[in-house]
């Protein structure tokens, strides 16, 4: 079965660290573009960010409100995607979803549709 | 950053009736968008990619169209099965971003 299966969430003091994983499984997981998508509960979707895979390049992009405090990484050899979030904030409080493309349309970029979703894991920043 | 926007934010409908949710993207994004239906506690599923490709798979009755800043998806006949949030969003740049959705319930 293709899956993403998201851990690592929980409840973490304002100014605290958390460190996320997602496990791939059922795809090529060295050759997928990976991404992290946010949801605050009861509001829209945010992307967070994006890390291309090893053989394009590996080159990773944030949005502006986590750029300088998250950090996306992939273990090719484990089919493991991370997010390192540091100096967390209240607005960081969301559920987090890792995401990527495993459909393939002819001359589509590995991340332009996301159709694979994890089941999301909550992460809460509060004192 | 592009900026999406939809409209309506919410909207209730009867069984089998049409429903029309309208995206506009802040700048010209060609075909480059896609649309999500996320029910609650679950996550967003792809519907439709391109504008207007429907995803293998999804129901006939989910349609989409539109080019450059102003795109529509339509439900030909609202089931009940189709309640939850909708979500535009477009990949012509990074960072990739989203409508705020259209909540979606039967009257």
């Known amino acids: 079965e293709v899956q993403l299966v998201e851990s690592g969430g929980g409840l973490v003091k304002p100014g605290g660290s958390l460190r996320l994983s997602c496990a791939a499984s059922?795809?090529?997981?060295?050759?997928?573009?990976m991404t992290w998508v946010r949801q605050v509960p009861g509001e829209g979707l945010e992307w967070v960010g994006r890390i291309k895979s090893k053989t394009d390049g590996g080159t990773i992009h944030y949005a502006a409100p986590v750029k300088g405090r998250f950090t996306i990484s992939r273990d090719d050899s484990k089919n493991m995607l991370n997010l390192q979030m540091n100096s967390l904030k209240s607005e960081d409080t969301a559920v987090y979803y890792c995401v990527t493309q495993v459909g393939v349309v002819t001359n589509a970029q590995p991340d332009w549709y996301f159709d694979l979703w994890g089941r999301g894991t909550l992460v809460t920043v509060s004192s | 950053d592009i900026q999406m926007t939809q409209s309506p934010s919410s909207l209730s409908a009867s069984v089998g009736d049409r429903v029309t949710i309208t995206c506009q993207a802040s700048?010209?994004?060609?075909?480059?968008l896609n649309w999500y239906q996320q029910k609650p506690g679950k996550a967003p599923k792809l519907l439709i990619y391109d504008a207007s490709n429907l995803k293998a798979g999804v129901p006939s009755g989910f349609s989409g169209s539109g080019s450059g800043t102003h795109f529509t998806f339509t439900i030909s006949s609202l089931q009940p099965e189709d309640i939850g949030t909708y979500y535009c969003?477009?990949?012509?740049?990074?960072?990739?971003?989203f409508g705020p959705g259209t909540k979606v319930d039967i009257k």
């Open positions: 700048q010209d994004i060609s075909r480059y």
């Open positions: 969003q477009q990949y012509d740049d990074l960072p990739r971003t």
């Open positions: 059922g795809l090529t997981f060295k050759n997928a573009w």
